[in-house]
Structures are given as structure tokens and as C-alpha cells.
């Protein structure tokens, strides 16, 4: 008898799949036949599979693996894809590239976990079950945030985070770049940002690194958005260069506490000029359709004392000074806007992001929901259960994480990013959800993977699939960790201060 379904271990799971009785075999007699505009996900199966397996799977006209794009598939929308194994041939379609990248993925998981590794494994036994499936996802934004500012990962770590995202069908990798504590991308007009912003917790990114990720993550399927904050959480800019703040001639540090710190930027014109010139060169590295410029956490004090500041809301005939940051934003979203992006902005109410902006609801579910019903499209991250640096679990073997109860898997896999109750209406604005991994306590590259997984093979089901089977996904999730052992994520706080064995 063939496997049950479950017993694939699928994370996510499938929208539809059967399982059939006889398996394919992949030797080194495999070719691929690629169709026109399939090569890029014939090159990624071939890469993924060459360290473990050795095998060369060469394209050929005549290859028993297909990968076919077909934009007639319609039904599959322009993620999903449709895979059919036989004992003899391997069919993969889809209607877009993304959703053969998709397929690809799943034949990784079809295979044994050992075919994941890097390591070379002799005289393996690459057969994947017979299988039929249509696999469409629930929600076109499925993702993760990494804050590589208050502690800064290197290059080789984002891009073995991408492929993890990558295997779960994850395809936002939102890249949190600049806060209190540092400044970590380069900027031509302002070396300070990095000379100075990037000391404490770490270093920075040079544009080629970060360009070669984006190139890296795209050939996965996976969409890198940059997060510049403002006009908050931006102590390391001041620290940089302090005519930018509301009192040019202070002198600031880059700031080595957690918190909100209360020094923001001014609202002069040279302050706007260094924000638009900063988003500019991001821009030009990031080609992504969304550009987050942050907006949550501004304290207004500094406005309320600053006369250049006092001097700006008498000449806008502005309210007062906590009008000015519905005023900034307005005019850094045009300026996105203008360049052909969205701006994307975090939400602490569901009222205050201007009309052009894409929420990210992080404060509660409500937000979300007010945020939808004002015209916005809402990516929902609930700090409750989507934000990753709270503890897995009240265990005393934890490591240190954020104050308050402890988000498990459970709570994550139990995120409904549109909630029935919501109505049609309000649930179509919402582009889908994301997970959170603030640094403050983060210091490695293992800590953070610890903590990332395997919440976020739970984020990615509900996001992906619906997330309404809790037994089902705890079996899925039993054979699920083989693979990630396979790729060596660690699943032990005993491990997270080891060596970086897992950042190449």
C-alpha cells in the first residue's frame, strides 16, 4: 500500500495530494526537459540536489523530469503549481516561474532528509513516492522579518535564511536594516551611516553583498524588502550625522540600550533630502515592488521643543508637532510612490499610515482589521503570535528572549491572518503574514535559527494552507524535523552558542 498523505511529512501542506502505489528514482541516468521559461527552476533543482546527491541531472530533450510553464493554468494563480510523479516521469507545472521555484521545493521534500544536506552521501537512495497534487497558496505573502540591525548577521547567514524560507515556501524576506543601535547598508552620499552606525553590535553590508542576495533570493522565489526606519528609531543616523536631528549642534552615540529612544529626526528640508537620497540607493539595490520606511515608535517630544520643527507646522497650518509625523510620511510615501513602489509601514492604531502606504499590523489583530475597512492592504504580524523573539516556551532551559509570555507553537500555528468574523470584504485586502525576529537578545546566527524554527514551519502552513489541522501538522512536523536536522538548524538551547557551523 502506498503512504498515507500525513506521512509525507509535507510542510506546508499541499492544497490537494494523493498518493499512488510505486516510486520514481532519481540516478545518474536523470535528465530534465525544460519548457521555455522553465531553466531557471531546472538550474535551482539542479543546484539544490548536487552537494548530497552528486547527480548531474543534465537538460535533454528526452528527460524523464518536465518542468513545464503553461500560463493557460490559470487555476494555479501565479504561485501555485501542479506536480504528477510517476514510476517512470516526473511531471511539474505551473503557470508561472514561481510556482515551478514552489515545486521544486516540494520534489526536495519528496526526497530523503539526507538529500538536503551538504555533505556528500554515498550510495543514496533518491526515490520520491508516486505522487498527484495541485498546491495554490491561501495567501501571496507569506514571510519572515530578520532585524539585522541591533545585531548584525553576515551575508552567508542571509542567504542560507533565504533558503530556508525558500523550503517552506516562505517568499518575503523582509530585511529590518537600520534602527537605534545601527545602520547596517551602505549609502554613497553618507559613509557615516556605516563608518559610524555600523560599529556597535556588529558591521555592514556592502551594495555588492546585498545585491548578490537579492539575485540569490529571486532565484528561489523569494522577494528581499529593505526596511529603512524613520522617522524613529534612528539614533545610529544621528550619531552619523547630527545636522539631520531636531538639535544640530548635540553630539550622540550610537545608542547601545533596547527600548524606543526619544531622539528622532528633524522635519527640515535637509533631513527630508537625506531620506529621500537614503531611499534612493535603496532603490537602486533592491528592485522590490514594496520598500518598508518603518513610522512606528516616534516619540514627538523633540518636535514639540525644536524650532525648526515649530517653524514647519506653522508653515503647513498643521494642528501641532505630533501632526508632523502624518506629514512626514506623506510626503516619504510620495516619494516611493513616485519612483514606481509601495511604501510599506508598521501600523500602531490601523488609522495612522497615509493612503498610499501597505499596513503591517503588529500591535493586534483590531489593527489590522481598522487598517483594512481605511483602504489599506494589510500584511498582518500580531506581536502575540507572530514575533519570534518571545521564548518557544516557559521552560527554564529558554534562553533570555523578550519580556512577556512565551509565544509557542501552538499560538503561532493558530495566526489567522483574515479571520472569518472579518467578512469578504475586509479579508481581500490582506496580502498575508509575516513572522518577526527582533535581535536585542540575538546575538548568533544558531540562537536565531532556534528560535525561528520550528515556529516558522508553522507560520508558513497557516499561510500557505490554511493552518486548521493542529494534529495533522504536529505529525507532518515529526517527520519535518529529520529535514532540518539534515540541514543542521538547531533544535536544542544547548546548541545556540555553538560554532557557526550553520552561517555558510
Request: net charge positive; glycine share 12%; charged share 30%.
Given at each position: 500500500m502506498p503512504p498515507a498523505p500525513s506521512d509525507l511529512g509535507l510542510v506546508p501542506s499541499p492544497s490537494r495530494l494523493s498518493v499512488r502505489t510505486g516510486r520514481f528514482t532519481f540516478d545518474t541516468t536523470t535528465a530534465i526537459r525544460a519548457t521555455d521559461g522553465a531553466r531557471p527552476a531546472a538550474r535551482l533543482l539542479r543546484t539544490l540536489l548536487a552537494p548530497a546527491t552528486g547527480l548531474p541531472l543534465p537538460l535533454a530533450d528526452d528527460g524523464r523530469i518536465v518542468l513545464a510553464l503553461d500560463p493557460g493554468l490559470t487555476g494555479l494563480g501565479p504561485q501555485g503549481y501542479g506536480l504528477t510523479v510517476g514510476g517512470d516521469t516526473v511531471l511539474l507545472r505551473a503557470a508561472r516561474p514561481d510556482g515551478l521555484l514552489h515545486?521544486?521545493?516540494t520534489l526536495r521534500q519528496l526526497l530523503p532528509p539526507t538529500a538536503l544536506g551538504e555533505d556528500p552521501v554515498r550510495d543514496g537512495d533518491w526515490t520520491i513516492p508516486c505522487v498527484e497534487m495541485t498546491d495554490v497558496p491561501r495567501f501571496v505573502w507569506r514571510g519572515a522579518m530578520l532585524d539585522v540591525a541591533r545585531h548584525f548577521q553576515p551575508a552567508a547567514f542571509?542567504?542560507?535564511?533565504?533558503d530556508l524560507l525558500a523550503l517552506h515556501k516562505l517568499n518575503v524576506l523582509h530585511l529590518h536594516l537600520t534602527d537605534d543601535q545601527g545602520w547596517r547598508m551602505p549609502v554613497g552620499a553618507y559613509p557615516r551611516l556605516t563608518g559610524v552606525g555600523g560599529t556597535p553590535h556588529g558591521g555592514a553590508y556592502t551594495r555588492e553583498e546585498l545585491t548578490g542576495l537579492v539575485a540569490y533570493a529571486a532565484e528561489r522565489g523569494v522577494n528581499v524588502v529593505p526596511e529603512i526606519e524613520m522617522p524613529g528609531h534612528v539614533r545610529a543616523a544621528l550619531a552619523a550625522y547630527p545636522h539631520l536631528g531636531n538639535f544640530p549642534g548635540r553630539r550622540l552615540e550610537v545608542w547601545d540600550r533596547w527600548g524606543v529612544c526619544d531622539t528622532v529626526l528633524g522635519v527640515h528640508d535637509d533631513a527630508l533630502d537625506f531620506c529621500r537620497t537614503v531611499l534612493d540607493d535603496v532603490m537602486d539595490v533592491f528592485p522590490s515592488p514594496y520598500v518598508?520606511?518603518?513610522?512606528d515608535e516616534c516619540p514627538t517630544g523633540e518636535w514639540h521643543r525644536s524650532p525648526s520643527a515649530l517653524r514647519r507646522v506653522a508653515e503647513q497650518g498643521l494642528d501641532g508637532p505630533g501632526a508632523l509625523h502624518g506629514w512626514?510620511?506623506?510626503r516619504i510615501g510620495a516619494h516611493v510612490t513616485a519612483r514606481?513602489?509601495?511604501?510599506l509601514g508598521w501600523t500602531e492604531t490601523g488609522h495612522d499610515l497615509p493612503d498610499s502606504f501597505t499596513a503591517l499590523a503588529w500591535r493586534d489583530e483590531d489593527h489590522g482589521r481598522a487598517a483594512a475597512r481605511n483602504g489599506h492592504s494589510v500584511v498582518m504580524a500580531p506581536h502575540r503570535s507572530t514575533y519570534l523573539d518571545y521564548?518557544?516556551?516557559?521552560?527554564?532551559?529558554?534562553p533570555p528572549g523578550q519580556d512577556g509570555p512565551a509565544v509557542d507553537l501552538p499560538t503561532v500555528y493558530a495566526t489567522d491572518p483574515a479571520p472569518e468574523h472579518w467578512g469578504d470584504e475586509d479579508a481581500a485586502r490582506v496580502l498575508g503574514t509575516q513572522a518577526q525576529l527582533w535581535t536585542e537578545y540575538v546575538t548568533t546566527a544558531a540562537h536565531a535559527e532556534y528560535l525561528l524554527f520550528p515556529r516558522l514551519c508553522?507560520?508558513?502552513?497557516?499561510?500557505?494552507?490554511g493552518g486548521r489541522d493542529w494534529p495533522g501538522f504536529q505529525a507532518r512536523l515529526h517527520h519535518h524535523r529529520s529535514r532540518l536536522d539534515a540541514l543542521g538548524v538547531p533544535s536544542r538551547p544547548s546548541t545556540i552558542h555553538s560554532p557557526e557551523r550553520n552561517t555558510r
Open positions: 515545486g521544486v521545493q542571509l542567504r542560507r535564511f533565504t518598508h520606511v518603518g513610522g512626514f510620511m506623506e514606481g513602489r509601495r511604501p521564548p518557544r516556551s516557559t521552560r527554564p532551559e529558554e508553522a507560520l508558513a502552513d497557516t499561510a500557505w494552507s
